[in-house]
């Protein structure tokens, strides 16, 4: 079966009851994880046959990923004049005034209006972007536990575990291994904060991407000839709080965004993405 095209055409073919026979909470969901890779289109037991076939010979052009992000964010826009953002704020610890959401992104503020417009103190980067409007829209709030996990204990982060430790963990550890003033742009650049050693590891930092969804680094560094290592933990929330699509988009996002600080401290060896 063939891509759909982008995914405004798949959010547009539903009939929008959020009946979840798809397996997705909402219609809206269930549109970008056909956009994402991760659902058939056919998986809508109110598409009929017919409709998925016209729209899967229709389709045969594929936009770029670029074009397929941007539909995306427009879907999430829209979505967003249509709940109630004071609401929205309360729920998912952020604060609420002059008709704008904003809340804390790695210590900055971050803020989207009730027409889905966004604006903040630091880069509006697609890897925030997508995470903070599933986060503003589906998350559920809850209190984080403190009671941390890895990314593969995260409901469907099991088989998606190898491709975040390529894209999260192992270049953080590139990074850790060759940039040792890492942990301290952590703390303060990004609003992060040194805590206690876990998991016997030799440094720990928490980052908060978003206010209930931090995430934890764990670092050891090498000994009796033994490699360094690096993990990353979450909330045990995280899944409640946020799909695991975008938890991976975080992490993977902010792996990338130590390999580029690193590059400017003159260590082009610790970058992959290039
Ligand atoms: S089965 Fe179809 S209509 Fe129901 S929630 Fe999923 S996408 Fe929406």
């Not at 982008?6 to 798809?22: G, V």
């Not at 037991?45 to 427009?74: H, W």
């Not at 033994?226 to 929330?237: A, G, R, W, Y």
């Not at 799909?243 to 970058?271: C, N, W, Y």
Request: hydrophobic content about 40%.
């Amino acid at each position: 079966m063939l891509q759909p095209k982008n995914a405004m055409e798949i959010f547009q073919l539903l009939d929008r009851s959020n009946c979840q026979e798809c397996g997705e909470k909402t219609c809206l969901a269930f549109a970008g994880a056909v956009f994402k890779g991760q659902k058939k289109i056919n998986k809508c037991p109110k598409l009929d046959r017919k409709t998925i076939e016209r729209f899967c010979e229709e389709s045969e052009k594929q936009n770029t990923v670029e074009q397929n992000r941007e539909e995306y964010l427009n879907i999430l826009k829209n979505e967003i004049g249509n709940i109630d953002l004071a609401a929205a704020a309360k729920r998912v610890g952020a604060h609420f005034s002059g008709d704008k959401l904003t809340l804390k992104v790695l210590g900055k503020n971050f803020s989207v209006d009730k027409k889905g417009n966004l604006s903040a103190d630091i880069h509006i980067n697609p890897w925030v972007t997508i995470p903070f409007f599933y986060y503003v829209l589906n998350g559920k709030g809850l209190a984080v536990s403190q009671n941390w996990v890895s990314f593969r204990e995260l409901k469907n982060g099991s088989e998606r575990y190898p491709l975040f430790q390529k894209r999260c963990e192992e270049p953080m550890k590139r990074v850790a291994d060759l940039y040792t003033d890492l942990f301290d742009d952590m703390v303060q650049i990004f609003g992060g904060k040194q805590v206690e050693k876990q998991f016997e590891s030799d440094i720990s930092v928490v980052l908060r991407p978003l206010p209930k969804v931090p995430i934890m680094v764990c670092y050891w560094l090498p000994e009796d000839g033994l490699e360094s290592s690096l993990n990353v933990f979450f909330d045990e929330t995280a899944d409640k709080n946020l799909d695991i699509g975008s938890v991976f988009t975080l992490g993977a996002g902010l792996a990338q965004m130590f390999e580029k600080l690193a590059l400017r401290h003159g260590f082009p060896e610790a970058g992959s993405y290039q």
